[in-house]
C-alpha cells in the first residue's frame, strides 16, 4: 500500500537551478497539497488542489509553481532556486478539502 | 485571523508517565481539528480527528483528545507514554478546506 509517494527524497541545488519535485498517490484522493517545514513553524501550505484541474495558492506560494497532471500527481516547481527555500516540503492527499490528509515521507531539499 | 497555537515547544517525560501536549486554536467559524505525529524522518501521521459529536475523542496508539469550545482547547493525552512515543506531535485545524499547523511540540519519553 504505496499511498502518497514523493521523489527524490534527497536533492542538492545550486542558487538559481531549477527543479521539479514529484508526488504521486494511489488512494484515488480528489485533493492533493504541497507543503514545507521549517524548524520552529510547523507545515505551512504552498499550494493545494482541490480537484483535478483547479490549483490555488496556499500560504506561502512565492517561488514555486504547481501543476495537477492528473488525479494521482501533483507536481512542485522551483523555476530559479533561493537559499530561502532549503526546507522539508511534504505533499500531502485526502478524499476532498476539508477530509484527513495522507503524507508522503517528504523530500529533504538543500540550496546553496 | 485563524491560527493553531501549540503552548509548548518540548515535553521530556519519563516512561510510563502521563503527558497533556497543548493546543490552543483562533477561529470564528466551526471546525474540524487534528493531531497529527512525525517520527522522525518520515512523513505525517493522522493520530485523531474531531468533526462533530463527542468532545472526547479518542485515537492510535493510546492517545486521545479533548475539544473544549468554550477554551478554544483541543488537548493532547495519553495515561502512561513508551519510548516509542517520542516524536514531534502536531496540532491542526481546517479552515477553509486547508490545514492550519501550529508549530510542533516535541515529546521526548527517557527512561
Known amino acids: 500500500n504505496a499511498g502518497v509517494t514523493q521523489t527524490p527524497k534527497f536533492q542538492v541545488l545550486k542558487t538559481g537551478q531549477s527543479m521539479t519535485l514529484q508526488c504521486a498517490q494511489d488512494m484515488n484522493h480528489n485533493s492533493m497539497y504541497w507543503y514545507r517545514q521549517d524548524p520552529g513553524m510547523g507545515l505551512r501550505l504552498i499550494y493545494y488542489?482541490?480537484?483535478?484541474?483547479?490549483?490555488d495558492k496556499g500560504e506561502v506560494p512565492n517561488g514555486y509553481n504547481v501543476s495537477r497532471l492528473n488525479k494521482r500527481e501533483f507536481s512542485l516547481r522551483l523555476e530559479s532556486a533561493a537559499p530561502s527555500q532549503t526546507s522539508v516540503y511534504f505533499c500531502a492527499s485526502s478524499e476532498t478539502i476539508g477530509q484527513p490528509q495522507h503524507f508522503g515521507d517528504g523530500t529533504r531539499l538543500s540550496i546553496l | 485571523a485563524q491560527s493553531v497555537t501549540q503552548l509548548d515547544s518540548q515535553v521530556p517525560v519519563f516512561e510510563e508517565a502521563p503527558v497533556e501536549l497543548r493546543c490552543n486554536y483562533s477561529s470564528s467559524v466551526s471546525v474540524y481539528l487534528f493531531w497529527y505525529v512525525q517520527y522522525p524522518n518520515q512523513g505525517l501521521q493522522l493520530l485523531l480527528k474531531y468533526l462533530s459529536g463527542s468532545t472526547l475523542v479518542k485515537g492510535i496508539n493510546g492517545f486521545e483528545a479533548e475539544f473544549n469550545k468554550s477554551q478554544t482547547s483541543f488537548h493532547l493525552r495519553k495515561p502512561s507514554v513508551h519510548i516509542s512515543d517520542t516524536a514531534e506531535y502536531f496540532c491542526?485545524?481546517?479552515?477553509?478546506?486547508?490545514?492550519?499547523f501550529g508549530q510542533g511540540t516535541e515529546l521526548s519519553v527517557k527512561p
Open positions: 491542526a485545524f481546517e479552515g477553509g478546506g486547508k490545514l492550519i
Open positions: 488542489s482541490a480537484s483535478e484541474g483547479t490549483t
